[in-house]
Structures are given as C-alpha cells and as structure tokens.
C-alpha cells in the first residue's frame, strides 16, 4: 500500500511495500489489525531474506577500500577488512605496512580500473587494474589483480593480506629498494688542488706517556700539526697511566709522512706495531679543520630525513652531506642513484621486480677559495691565539675569531 498524505516523517523502503508514515495532525493513518499483522510479517519476511548489508556491493567496498589508499587514509582502509584480517594483523601493523610503501614510493596517486566481479555465496573476487603513481619510480602498473570478499552482518569485508599491497609481497617478503651511488665528486680550490675527494686515507696515532720525552713538547707538536689548543692534548694524555697505550690524534696519511721523524722522537709515536693505523680508503679534506668547516662533512642519513632521503632514490645507510658544501651542493657532489624497486625474501632472493628509475652523474664543485691562502690564514689564526694562550687567547676568555679574504675586484672569497 503507498498512502500519499502531508508532511511525512519518515519513508521505509521495502518492496514490494512502500509505507509512509506521518505525524497524524492533518490525516490519521488507520490499518486494520490484519493489515498491520500482514505487514510485519511481510517486512520480517523480507528483512530475513535480504539484509542490509546486501545493498553495498563487492566492487562497492574495493573501489572505497582504493579511494582511501589513494588519500592515505590508512585507518578507514582498515575498518573495510574482515574481522579475521584483523586478528592476523593489528591496526597499527597494517598502518606500519602502507606508510612504507608510501615512503619507499614516495606514493602520489593510486589509480584504478574495476574490470569484473565473480559471486559465489557469501564469498566474492573483484578483479581489477591498478597504478601506483611514484615520484621516486616511474608508475607502476600493475594490472590483473584479484581482491577477495566476504559477506558479514556489517557488509562487505576485504579478505585482505599482504598480496593486496603486491602479489608475491607474502609472509615475511619486504619491499626493497636498491641503488647504487657513483663516486662522490670532489671538491677543488679555485686553482683546481683538491679540497675533499674519495679514495684517500688517514691515520690514527697511538702512544703511551712513558715513551715521551717531554709531553709538554708532544702536545706543543701535535697541536702545530693540528692547529689545535694544545691543552687539548695535555689533557688527553691526562686522562690516561703511564704505560696505557692511548688514541692521540688522526691526520691526513701526507701529514704523517712528513712530520713521521719528529713524532717519533718527541711523542714516541712509531715504536709499536701497533700506533700507526691507515684506515681504509674513504673521503677526506685537504687541511683538517683549516678547511673542514668550508667543505663540511658526509655522514650516515639521519634517522629524521630518512624518509626525504629515500624519497630521493637514496637507501638507509648511505652517506650524504651533513654541513657546509657537502651539503649545500648534495644533488650535484652526489648525483642522483640509480635505484630499483624489487620484492625480496629475508634470503635476499628476489620475488618480483616492480620497477626502476635511471640516476644521474656525480659532479665535481669548484669553490672561490684559494687553498694555499686558506691554509695561510688558519695558521695564522692559530699562531695568534697560541702566542696569546696566557692572556687574551686563553680559554675563557676568547672563545675565537673569524677573517676572511676577499678578492676586491670581484668580491669573490679566497680565503674564510
């Protein structure tokens, strides 16, 4: 029966029966007691047979359950999957999972293309195409997926696993990305001499106090090698007994070589097999900190900017530039990796390859400064503050000092 009257309520849709209620202050709706009886059993009939819950389709829920990866909304992803995905995996693991895909891709967009759905009882498969649209990648297509549905009281649930991020991403499988950096290029003076470059070594000093002669004399030297305080040193040697073999110092292995007689002689360094330790090939900068805080430094990604790093093509663990023009000049000194994105098994064996993206050259930096003149001018600085140590130049009372050289025809600096 379909009663049209004013001001309706409400409007209950159960076909073949549509009744509509009103608030009864023009009309008083009135039904016999069969009727009323024939009604609720028509409805509960009904309500038995077709539930709820069946109104949203299967393809209904996959299209929502993409609509909210496509906007990162991973806790409403969430609650479109079936309650026994959930017990297997954990809210915050599920999240965990999709934020690294998000940071691995650097994931823009998620597109998709329903193509079918298979019914069969309580159960259904959606097969569609997806694209994951990556500003590290290329995008990814990835067409012919399957996505997995059960019938609940509450609708349509996704059967979901980890396959539903990429088929053959199973069990303990991780995405991975893998680049290859190139050489890192070096940094020259104005004159074309080396300020920073790869491949070249250093060494680490070791001594005891009992071998010097004098360790007023020790520190003096070590402190003219370094330009740094010699109370630097004597405090060192402070800190440690007589005969405890102790760290010195690490310089450039040029450095070394030409001061080796005078350390030998004054601070004992050399007698043992063991004071001299050449470390392995790695970068290193012309001058220790007459030019280091020019150049800066390289260091391991910081855990904060791993995820821009990645983003980039880099990988966990890769050495960038932490400060000055090492880090100023990153995208040019380090160029850009060569990286691909695969699946692989915690035995590194490779499952799938998703995709790759191509990587630039690494390229050199010519800075202003003139190295011969920067050297110059630490030294300088250092004499100063060394001859004044009991007056101006002592700690506490000047912390430091600054100069800097500039080229008056050009306003170029030679020399900071």
């Not at 990814?140 to 059960?150: A, C, E, Q, V």
């Not at 995820?307 to 093509?313: L, P, Q, V």
């Not at 010519?366 to 700690?395: C, E, F, H, K, S």
Request: net charge negative; glycine share 8%.
């Amino acid at each position: 029966a379909f009663y049209t009257l004013p001001r309706p309520v409400w409007t209950l849709p159960c076909p073949p029966i549509i009744v509509t209620v009103f608030d009864g202050r023009q009309e008083r709706l009135r039904m016999s007691i069969k009727a009323r009886l024939y009604f609720l059993v028509v409805l509960l009939a009904m309500l038995i047979a077709t539930p709820l819950h069946a109104q949203t389709s299967p393809q209904d829920v996959v299209a929502a359950f993409l609509d909210a990866w496509n906007q990162a909304d991973y806790e409403r992803m969430y609650t479109l999957i079936h309650e026994e995905s959930r017990e297997a995996m954990p809210q915050q693991a599920f999240i965990n999972r999709y934020q690294q895909v998000q940071n691995v891709l650097a994931l823009t967009g998620v597109e998709y293309a329903i193509q079918r759905t298979q019914l069969q009882g309580e159960s259904a498969a959606v097969y569609y195409d997806v694209t994951l649209v990556s500003s590290r990648f290329d995008s990814i297509n990835d067409p012919g997926r399957i996505m997995r549905l059960l019938n609940t009281p509450n609708g349509w649930r996704v059967a979901w696993s980890t396959m539903d991020i990429f088929d053959a991403l199973a069990g303990s499988a991780q995405l991975r990305p893998q680049s290859q950096q190139s050489r890192r290029g070096n940094i020259y003076d104005r004159n074309g001499q080396i300020l920073a470059a790869d491949g070249q070594t250093t060494v680490a000093l070791f001594t005891a106090r009992q071998r010097m002669p004098d360790e007023s004399q020790c520190a003096g030297l070590l402190a003219n090698i370094t330009r740094q305080p010699a109370l630097r040193f004597e405090r060192r040697m402070a800190d440690n007994l007589p005969e405890t073999l102790f760290f010195l110092v690490e310089i450039e292995t040029a450095v070394y070589e030409a001061n080796r007689e005078r350390l030998l002689n004054v601070c004992g360094v050399g007698q043992g097999n063991t004071d001299v330790a050449t470390s392995r090939p790695h970068r290193t900068y012309f001058g220790g900190n007459a030019v280091a805080h020019v150049t800066g430094y390289i260091g391991p990604i910081p855990a904060e900017s791993e995820g821009d790093y990645i983003a980039r093509g880099y990988s966990s663990g890769d050495l960038v530039g932490l400060a000055g023009v090492e880090r100023a000049y990153e995208e040019i000194l380090a160029g850009r990796p060569e990286s691909v994105l695969r699946i692989v098994e915690p035995g590194n064996t490779v499952l799938r390859e998703l995709a790759g993206a191509p990587g630039t050259d690494a390229a050199p930096v010519v800075l202003t400064i003139d190295r011969d003149l920067q050297l110059i001018v630490a030294q300088a600085m250092y004499d100063a503050y060394a001859y004044a140590a009991g007056n101006w130049g002592a700690p506490g009372v000047s912390s430091g000092g600054a100069a800097v050289v500039l080229d008056v025809n050009s306003g170029a600096i030679r020399a900071l």
